[in-house]
C-alpha cells in the first residue's frame, strides 16, 4: 500500500470513519461514481482536497441536477446510451422528457457543485407512519463495528428501523465464550445510542439482531461480489420482525 499513487473507490459509500482512517495513513481515497449508461464516471473527488462525504464535482461536460419529484440524481453527457436493447419502457422510464439519465441514486448538491449521495431512489421504504427511511446512513455506522461483517437495516411498514448483523468469522466463532459475547453484546448495546442521539422519532433504532450463522453467497444472502442482498435478508426475517419489536430487547441473538 505505500506505493499506491492513486485509490479510488466507487461501487458504494464508504464509512467517513474509514475514509479519515485511511488518510491518516497517507493513503487519500477518491470517490467517485458511474453508471454503465454513461460510460461508467461522471463524478470524482480531487486529490489533496476536502471533499470527504461527497462524490466530488463533474466531469467537464457533464451537467447534474436533482430531481424535483424524486430528489433522485438525473445527469446529462455527450456519452450517454441511447437506450437499452430491445427494452423501449425501460430506456424510458430511465430517461426525462428533456433526455436526463435517471441515475437512480438521491441525493444533493452544495453551493459549490459538489455532489453528495445519500441512498439509493428504490432503497428508501416507509414507516408504519408513512415516514421515509435512509437506510445508508445508518448502516455505515453499524458495519463500522469491528465484530461486524455485513449488515442490513429495515423499517418498512415498521413503527421503527430494525438493524441485522452478521458477525465475522472470528466474532462468530467466540460468540460460544461467555465474556466473549458479554462483551460483543455491550459493543452493539451502545451502537443503537450513539447512531439515535440526534434522528427523529421514527429513525430510531428499535434493536440489533445478531445472526450467528453464516450468510454466504451458497445460501444466497450475499452476491458474487459480496454485496448484501437486502430484499432476502428482508424474506428471511419477515416472520420475526413482530415478535422481535414485541420483545423490548436492544439486542437479540438469532441462531440461523
Not at 174 to 203: G, Q, V, W, Y
Amino acid at each position: 500500500m505505500d506505493q499506491c499513487k492513486y485509490a479510488a473507490g466507487c461501487a458504494a459509500p464508504m464509512p467517513q470513519a474509514l475514509l479519515q482512517w485511511c488518510s491518516k495513513l497517507r493513503l487519500h481515497i477518491n470517490e467517485g461514481c458511474g453508471t454503465t449508461e454513461n460510460l461508467t464516471l461522471h463524478h470524482i473527488t480531487e486529490l489533496g482536497k476536502s471533499q470527504q462525504g461527497t462524490v466530488g464535482f463533474a466531469y467537464k461536460g457533464v451537467e447534474q441536477r436533482i430531481g424535483a419529484q424524486t430528489g433522485g440524481i438525473q445527469m446529462r453527457i455527450p456519452a450517454l446510451m441511447t437506450g437499452y436493447f430491445k427494452e423501449p419502457e425501460k430506456t424510458q422510464q430511465t430517461f426525462t422528457n428533456g433526455g436526463w439519465l435517471n441515475s437512480g441514486d438521491k441525493g444533493s448538491i452544495n453551493e459549490q457543485g459538489l455532489l453528495r449521495i445519500t441512498s439509493r431512489v428504490k432503497d428508501l421504504p416507509k414507516t408504519g407512519q408513512g415516514k421515509y427511511l435512509v437506510l445508508a446512513l445508518i448502516e455505515d455506522k453499524l458495519v463500522m463495528h469491528g465484530a461486524v461483517e455485513a449488515c442490513v437495516v429495515t423499517g418498512a411498514n415498521l413503527g421503527q428501523r430494525l438493524g441485522t448483523v452478521m458477525l465475522n468469522a472470528e466474532a462468530a466463532a467466540n460468540i460460544a465464550d461467555a465474556c466473549a459475547r458479554s462483551r460483543t453484546k455491550a459493543f452493539l448495546m451502545a451502537r443503537p445510542e450513539s447512531i439515535d442521539a440526534t434522528p427523529d422519532p421514527h429513525e430510531k433504532l428499535r434493536c440489533v439482531v445478531v445472526v450467528t450463522t453464516a450468510r454466504t453467497v451458497e445460501n444466497d444472502v450475499f452476491t458474487p461480489t459480496f454485496k448484501v442482498k437486502r430484499k432476502r435478508i428482508e424474506d428471511l426475517n419477515a416472520n420475526h420482525h413482530e415478535a422481535w419489536v414485541a420483545s423490548g430487547k436492544r439486542v437479540i441473538w438469532q441462531a440461523s
